[in-house]
């Protein structure tokens, strides 16, 4: 079945640890992104990818880094996790059409 | 974690009632417009689509409105239901740009 999906849904973690959020699609689009969402708040591109080895920052600051080795792979990455990283982290992957399907969603929680 | 952004304005109606979410957007050159669903703890989900080309569309339940001369967008769900409680984005996009989203607007429906 062709679908996003993300790991782990829920990360508690201490201040400095190294975290990768995972994303992972099975529908074939060259196009993914990764957003930060704060409860109850807007959605902010953070990281966008349009094929492998082309990734771009988007519109909100982060401190977060992304790779694109793989097609159906997009990794988030933060070498160092702080309290402000605190937030949920949506992937999405689009493909010809620009509707974005979206992932569950990962919960961070940065002690 | 420290918030980015504005709170989403809330829409509250009571079950049964007929539900419109407007949205303003941004970029007269916009050909193609989407509406999400997000409900708590979930990623966005797809509802409807338009295209530029057109001025209304018809899904189960929900109807999207399109008028270019104000760039207005707006979503109308008929009999509005305890689980159609959660937040609605609206978001845009030109030829194969990424989409842009906008705030959000938060339903709640009351039985």
């Known amino acids: 079945e062709a679908d996003i999906y993300q790991t782990p849904r829920y990360l508690v973690i201490g201040t400095g640890k190294k975290i990768t959020l995972e994303c992972s699609q099975t529908m074939g689009h060259d196009k993914m992104y990764w957003y930060q969402q704060d409860p109850g708040m807007e959605l902010h591109l953070i990281h966008y990818?349009?094929?492998?080895?082309?990734?771009e920052k988007g519109d909100l600051s982060s401190e977060s880094t992304v790779s694109r080795i793989r097609t159906e792979h997009f990794p988030l990455t933060l070498e160092s996790a702080r309290p402000s990283h605190t937030s949920q982290y949506l992937c999405?992957?689009?493909?010809?059409?620009?509707?974005?399907?979206f992932g569950p969603g990962t919960r961070l929680t940065v002690l | 974690g420290e918030s980015v952004g504005l709170h989403l304005p809330t829409l509250s109606v009571q079950e049964g009632d007929n539900s419109i979410i407007n949205c303003a957007y941004s970029?007269?050159?916009?050909?193609?417009f989407i509406w999400y669903k997000q409900e708590s703890g979930k990623g966005p989900q797809f509802i409807i689509d338009?295209?530029?080309?057109?001025d209304k569309r018809q899904g189960q339940r929900v109807t999207v409105l399109l008028n270019k001369t104000v760039k207005h967008l707006s979503l109308q769900i008929a009999a509005t239901q305890p689980g159609d409680s959660a937040v609605y984005f609206c978001a845009e996009s030109r030829g194969f740009q990424k989409l842009v989203f906008g705030t959000g607007t938060r339903l709640l429906v009351s039985p």
């Open positions: 999405a992957s689009s493909g010809t059409y620009n509707e974005q399907f």
């Open positions: 990818s349009y094929g492998v080895n082309s990734t």
């Open positions: 338009i295209r530029s080309n057109m």
């Open positions: 970029n007269s050159a916009s050909d193609y």
